[in-house]
């Protein structure tokens, strides 16, 4: 039986770890976020395999926590599924529909129609999360170093990737005002009027 708290604790500690560049913060501002997102959304939509949407919460990152800046993330963290989910309990089925959620996730069609459910649920979950707390304050700060105007387009391609991330439209009347003002930020374009 697939044992969730042994990974959330596995996960989390390697996540508080230096070299890990967002070991601060990565834990409580993004994977607690998308957790309880994923808990909200697998209430609205039952038929979603609870367990693998949480499984997914602490696996979908793996790479980026174990990798430096510019190593293949994803490569990193499909070799993490397959090697490490069965010390966890995972069963081969359950880990072969992880890695199907996996590989959905990171091929970005535009809201994926015919994803599955906890595709659907994780990769929403994962681009919301970016609009609850700091995500973008954060971002600033440990990029400091960087030219604003490449810190300002850099902002602006994650927001649009996020867009296209979220799959599921009832969180839709909660993101879209966020992004909004998170991309108001982010534009150089400013109007010819601010007040009418």
């Keep these: 039986m697939a044992d969730l708290a042994a990974l959330k604790d596995h996960v ?58 510019g190593d293949d993330e994803e490569d990193a963290t499909r070799a993490q599924i397959r090697a490490t989910l069965p010390t966890f309990g995972f069963s081969p089925t359950e880990i072969a529909k992880i890695q199907t959620i996996y590989e959905e996730m990171e091929s970005l069609k535009p809201h994926g129609p015919d994803y599955l459910v906890e ?31 490449d810190l300002i387009a850099g902002n ?20 879209q005002p966020r992004m909004q003002l998170i991309a108001e930020y982010h534009t150089v374009n400013r109007p010819q009027r601010w007040l009418a």
């Design 12 to 69: 989390c500690a390697l996540a508080h770890q230096p070299p890990f560049i967002h070991a601060a913060w990565f834990v409580e501002h993004h994977l607690v976020i998308i957790e309880q997102l994923v808990q909200e959304l697998c209430d609205r939509h039952p038929a979603a395999d609870r367990t693998l949407c949480l499984a997914m919460v602490w696996v979908h990152d793996w790479g980026k926590i174990l990798t430096n800046k």
């Design 119 to 149: 595709t659907k649920i994780i990769s929403t979950a994962d681009a919301t999360s970016h609009y609850i707390g700091p995500f973008f304050a954060i971002y600033f700060q440990e990029y400091h170093h960087l030219p604003l105007v």
């Design 156 to 175: 602006q391609r994650k927001i649009a990737r996020d867009f296209q991330k979220i799959l599921l439209p009832e969180v839709l009347p909660l993101v």
